[in-house]
């Protein structure tokens, strides 16, 4: 059917890559352009022989918007998926706009200076994808992700209104280090030192990092601990779900890693002021990313299950309801797939249905889209066909 160039070849973009190659049909021909192109080979090499799909190769610096623009000239996808970092969704969205070429990515736009994120910059482009005639399709990893799919299929199928959304985001694996991040450290610390906050009667509620704790009885996993984070979908969904009063996000972490991030944090390694090192200037916690464990190398060492899903509290014909949602991945059983854990794979399996629904014209419009703002129908028939499936609970729990 067409062509998509995947920006980035770290833990995410391997398992959109393998699910590509999987579904060779919708995804005929793959270039796969990075920093680090021997990275990109490697994949290449691997999935040649065991794949329909066409596989070329880029060595990229998806900074540079030029750079961008003469590869994405020369390939001619239908579909850029950017799977590099949050700081380079604006470069890629140029280049997309000087191309005309369809754009998706899993994450928003965060400057590297500056340890925020939030939509506007990318909803900033609104009015010049829609003059231009491409679709930006943003988020469409998990978390951001499917659980906006989720929100958008209970809006659809169960609700008139839904006045509470809790996100809950468990991991239950472990890698047997005392501390190493799921994906990309730099991110991911970024992330969980940050305040807290939860959108509440249409303003945002600010909490000190990790100040809120609940502990949560995970279906097939059991009691985790977990507390309330900042999260990018809550601004989205704050604005596209009918009827929100209340919605929050929580992540699941344990003692150990708990004990260590504040470890961290108190010696200041988590800091992003550069700092002079033996004549030059570090950053902290790029630094700290050196010399944590690479997450790609936690694959073939992680067991156990991640459970990421929603549960909405709302009014279907004047009564109230409730209704919990959630995916269920093992971290074993991904990597026997395609040797990543399950955090790369809940990832990287979305972000490559999201290309295939652009790509075959299912969600197409011009404009710059959340992934709400679909029709949740073929995204949630999609996971349950591509290693994703869902389980509905309609009486669950509800967390205080
Ligand atoms: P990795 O660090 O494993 O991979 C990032 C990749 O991007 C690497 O291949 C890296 O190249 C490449 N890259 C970085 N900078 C550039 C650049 N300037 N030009 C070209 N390539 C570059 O990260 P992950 O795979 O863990 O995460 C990828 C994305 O997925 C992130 O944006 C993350 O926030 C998002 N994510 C989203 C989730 C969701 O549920 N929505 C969950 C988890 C992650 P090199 O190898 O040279 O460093």
Same mark, same amino acid.
């Given at each position: 059917? @067409?062509?998509?160039?995947?920006? +980035?070849?770290? /833990? %995410?973009? *391997?398992?959109?890559?393998? #699910? ?118 943003? @988020?469409?990893?998990?978390?951001? +992700?499917?659980? /906006? %799919?989720? *929100?958008?299929?209970?809006? #659809? ?244």
């Amino acid at each position: 059917m @067409g062509k998509v160039l995947i920006i +980035g070849c770290g /833990g %995410v973009a *391997s398992v959109a890559i393998h #699910k590509c190659c999987q579904n060779s049909d919708v995804f005929e021909e793959i270039m796969i352009a990075s920093r680090t192109k021997s990275k990109c080979d490697a994949l290449k090499e691997k999935l040649t022989p065991i794949t329909k799909t066409k596989i070329q190769t880029a060595k990229v610096d998806a900074d540079n918007t030029e750079e961008l623009i003469e590869l994405i000239n020369s390939f001619k996808p239908d579909v850029v998926l950017n799977l590099a970092l949050p700081y380079q969704d604006l470069t890629i969205m140029d280049a997309c706009l000087e191309t005309k070429t369809h754009y998706v990515d899993t994450a928003n736009y965060e400057p590297l200076d500056e340890a925020k994120f939030e939509y506007s910059w990318q909803w900033a482009y609104r009015d010049k994808f829609k003059q231009a005639g491409i679709c930006a399709l943003l @988020g469409s990893g998990f978390d951001p +992700g499917v659980t /906006g %799919v989720f *929100s958008a299929y209970a809006q #659809k199928h169960y609700f008139d209104e839904i006045n509470y959304i809790d996100i809950l985001d468990a991991n239950a694996g472990d890698h047997g280090y005392p501390f190493a991040t799921n994906f990309n450290p730099e991110i991911n610390i970024r992330e969980v030192t940050a305040n807290g906050s939860y959108w509440e009667n249409g303003h945002w509620v600010e909490t000190e990092p990790m100040e809120i704790k609940r502990v949560y009885n995970f279906p097939q996993i059991g009691d985790k601990d977990m507390y309330l984070l900042h999260h990018e979908e809550l601004e989205s969904l704050a604005l596209n779900i009918k009827g929100i009063k209340r919605i929050r996000f929580f992540m699941t972490f344990g003692q150990s890693y708990i004990t260590h991030l504040k470890c961290l944090e108190n010696v200041g390694m988590t800091s992003i002021e550069p700092i002079e090192f033996n004549g030059q200037q570090i950053v902290p916690l790029q630094f700290l990313k050196a010399v944590l464990p690479d997450p790609s190398t936690l694959g073939p060492r992680t067991k156990g299950k991640t459970n990421i899903g929603c549960i909405f509290k709302g009014l279907k014909d004047g009564k109230e309801r409730t209704y919990y949602v959630y995916n269920v991945c093992d971290h074993e059983e991904c990597y026997r797939e395609v040797e990543s854990q399950a955090i790369s794979y809940t990832t990287g399996v979305p972000a490559m249905i999201g290309a295939m629904l652009i790509m075959n014209g299912t969600w197409t419009k011009p404009g710059v889209y959340n992934i709400e703002e679909f029709d949740p129908d073929p995204f949630m028939d999609a996971l349950n066909k591509w290693g994703l499936p869902w389980v509905e609970d309609f009486n669950p729990t509800m967390v205080e």
